[in-house]
């Protein structure tokens, strides 16, 4: 656990309400992580009591000199607790809103942070301006870190890897890395699942939020030193292509605690931070060609894809739905694939499907590298099969547009008739006696109970049937006689019954 300063605490108290107790309206910053350095991203916190449990406080502009700042979000934590005395009850509830902003210093020195005001409703505090020392962390060659990009330009919308890998000797503790890329706007920033449970994670401030990556251990030779190495990947998209084409990105960073001096009786040494900084990098982005673009391009970047399409049945009506499931897949991350439109070129005829306006909203798969699209398209109108769908993607590699399709699927529509709203509200036209109605058109299948044989056969008739009837009646009748015969006398006869064993016995 790393220890909490506090910057400042004061203030405001701007009035009280009282549930059960009153609760002052107050203000302070607070300091996460410890002593602040350089370069490595710290969270200041304003921690308010007194507010109500909603809404939540406007999150003001924290404005420090010297530093980049950037707002993190307004959390409340809320105590409830119910006391009875002499027979009365009482309910009292305590709320603390937490706001926060995540800060990167860049030169060492005093940081100065100003007063700030935090209101909600007609309820405001100050949290009082107050000073904290910023110090830069000495730098060792028992460590390095290393960026690895692509080594090529990417384009945007494209989804590439980028590996952060750490190499150490010695055992680090409380170790802390920062990496500029993950907070610029440029890119859309994401990561590989993390498997529930997992101890071998690790946090990484990216901008607002923070984002949790599994990481690699194994070991590794470098100059004839063995050494440990750390590998995290992550996934970096370009939204636009910065001016020039180029990003700048300033050089990663990590911040351990390594052992120095000579370890006593119990293998116990001292520690001490030190920083391992890479370069600075430049990535390269260009934007999409114009020239050659499908209609069925959508944004898709990749190397490989491939697109499925399966039906829930095969034989439907005319202006009945059919649902389609349609499955696409990448050796990459799909998390921002989009479908499209499904009813424009090389994909459902508008003469004979009809599908939702908007778009389809996938379902990605636990590794992110199959999204499955459910639509539901009426038929309307005839068809032998759900053509095929084209998708079309950029090729980074082939600097070019690719085009696949979906295998079609055999389908067959029976007549029928779509009836629509103005139908119903017209009323049903109902058939005349003039107009006979041909009752044969409405039977599908063979509806006679014989063989074609057993037609001709004659029904039974006369005595025979008589006497076939007669002993339906007769048998039923005569067991719930002889049954009735049983109950009545089994009194008697086992009078009877005790009587002859009685004899028995006596002679």
Do not use: C
Not at 35 to 53: W, Y
Not at 437 to 455: G, H, N, P
Not at 479 to 490: C, E, G, I, K, P
């Amino acid at each position: 656990m790393r220890a909490r300063t506090e910057i400042l605490v004061v203030l405001a108290i701007v009035g009280s309400t009282a549930i059960a107790h009153a609760q002052a309206v107050r203000a302070k910053y607070r300091l996460e992580g410890g002593r602040p350095h350089t370069d490595v991203p710290f969270n200041i916190d304003v921690v308010v009591d007194g507010f109500d449990e909603a809404p939540a406080p406007d999150q003001p502009t924290l404005e420090i000199a010297g530093a980049t700042v950037t707002p993190a979000g307004a959390q409340p934590n809320v105590s409830r607790s119910i006391q009875i005395i002499n027979g009365r009850r009482q309910d009292s509830t305590s709320v603390t809103w937490v706001l926060r902003w995540r800060v990167l210093v860049h030169k060492e020195g005093t940081l100065r942070v100003p007063a700030l005001t935090v209101s909600q409703g007609s309820k405001s505090a100050t949290a009082a301006a107050g000073e904290a020392s910023v110090d830069t962390v000495p730098t060792t060659d028992e460590m390095t870190v290393e960026l690895v990009l692509p080594n090529r330009p990417v384009f945007t919308g494209e989804t590439v890897p980028v590996k952060l890998v750490w190499l150490f000797q010695n055992q680090p503790e409380d170790q802390s890395f920062t990496v500029p890329m993950m907070s610029l706007d440029t890119f859309t920033i994401g990561g590989p699942p993390v498997t529930a449970g997992s101890r071998k994670v690790l946090q990484f401030a990216a901008g607002a939020k923070d984002l949790t990556l599994p990481y690699e251990l194994d070991a590794t030779t470098v100059n004839g030193t063995k050494v440990n190495r750390l590998t995290v990947t992550f996934y970096a998209t370009p939204k636009t292509v910065p001016p020039g084409g180029k990003v700048e990105l300033p050089p990663a960073s990590v911040i351990a605690a390594l052992p120095v001096g000579r370890a006593d009786f119990f293998g116990r040494s001292d520690s001490r931070l030190f920083r391992a900084s890479d370069i600075a990098r430049t990535l390269e982005v260009k934007a999409l060609p114009e020239t050659g673009r499908p209609t069925s391009f959508v944004g898709a970047v990749g190397e490989q894809f491939s697109i499925e399409v399966r039906t829930s049945r095969s034989v439907v009506s005319l202006g009945e739905p059919v649902q389609l499931d349609i499955q696409v897949k990448s050796d990459q991350r799909l998390d921002t694939l989009s479908l499209g439109k499904l009813d424009g070129a090389d994909r459902l005829p508008k003469d004979r499907f009809m599908v939702p306006a908007e778009p389809p909203t996938g379902e990605l798969s636990a590794d992110g590298k199959t999204k499955t699209f459910t639509v539901v398209a009426q038929v309307t109108g005839p068809a032998t099969e759900v053509p095929a769908l084209a998708f079309s993607y950029f090729d980074p590699r082939k600097a070019s547009y690719q085009t696949i399709h979906s295998e079609p699927i055999a389908l067959s529509v029976k007549g029928g008739t779509i009836v629509g709203a103005q139908d119903v509200v017209g009323g049903i036209k109902r058939p005349q006696a003039a107009d006979p109605v041909d009752d044969t058109t409405l039977v599908t299948a063979e509806l006679a109970l014989s063989s074609d044989a057993q037609v001709d056969a004659r029904p039974l008739g006369g005595a025979l049937l008589w006497l076939l009837v007669g002993l339906l009646y007769a048998v039923p009748l005569g067991l719930f006689a002889f049954r009735s015969w049983q109950l009545r006398t089994a009194g008697s006869r086992e009078e009877a019954s005790e009587a002859r064993a009685a004899r028995r016995r006596w002679w």
